[in-house]
């Protein structure tokens, strides 16, 4: 079946570095890709998304990668700062647009 | 914009017990809404989409009859879990889509589901 996973569990971070979040996805079918932030006891927060004809996007902060070559997609958060602290999914499109798929979820911890 | 309110946020009851939780748009209409279950320390399971005006439709191994959905406006969708248990304990979540597809699903804050 489809799956959309990310590489590691918990990523510690000191406060004012960079993190970089990684996602393997497995369907090349893939049109969209969304990450979300999901604060312990909230549902998840959109943050960046992009679409399969592009290959970076930049917000506020944040940045996402896409490499289609080798299935894969990482969130980089520029100057990490305590309220990011949160579970990161990224979240594809494996069956068209209607249906998102969520990844496993990655820990972001970041340390004063 | 694109606020989606979930309630409620908490509810604890005894077994046997129907629960309703309300998934509402509040500054968008959706046509479509998604209902997600989700495990202590484990991802979001999508259980079913929710179309208004039209039956919902079911992942795989959601029984139908269990969580009942409806989507009887643009703004309101509302899933039933009946005849709760205590492994229906869970942290239930909605999300609704501000347009066609392409377009990402903004989310409620969850429901947490305990059953004693």
């Known amino acids: 079946g489809e799956s959309v996973g990310l590489h590691l569990p918990t990523l510690s971070v000191q406060e004012g570095d960079n993190s970089i979040i990684n996602c393997a996805y497995s369907n090349s079918a893939s049109d969209y890709f969304i990450w979300y932030k999901q604060e312990s006891g909230k549902g998840p927060q959109f943050i960046i998304d992009i679409r399969s004809n592009m290959d970076k996007r930049q917000g506020q902060r944040v940045t996402v990668l896409l490499n289609k070559t080798v299935k894969h997609l990482s969130l980089q958060i520029a100057a990490t700062q305590p309220g990011d602290s949160a579970v990161y999914f990224c979240?594809?499109?494996?069956?068209?647009?209607?249906?998102?798929?969520f990844g496993t979820g990655t820990k972001l911890q970041v340390i004063p | 914009g694109a606020v989606v309110s979930q309630h409620p946020s908490r509810v604890i009851c005894k077994s046997g017990t129907s629960v309703k939780i309300e998934c509402r748009s509040l500054d968008f209409q959706a046509t479509t809404m998604f209902w997600y279950r989700q495990f202590p320390k484990q991802s979001l399971m999508l259980m079913a989409t929710?179309?208004?005006?039209?039956?919902?439709?079911?992942e795989q191994g959601v029984e139908k009859d269990k969580f009942l959905i409806n989507h009887a406006s643009l703004t309101l969708s509302t899933l039933t879990v009946t005849s709760a248990h205590p492994e229906d304990s869970s942290f239930y979540i909605c999300?609704?889509?501000?347009?066609?597809?392409?377009?990402?699903?903004?989310f409620g804050d969850g429901t947490r589901l305990s059953i004693l």
């Open positions: 999300s609704a889509r501000d347009g066609e597809g392409g377009q990402p699903q903004h």
């Open positions: 929710s179309n208004e005006g039209s039956k919902a439709t079911y």
């Open positions: 979240a594809g499109t494996p069956g068209g647009y209607q249906k998102v798929t």
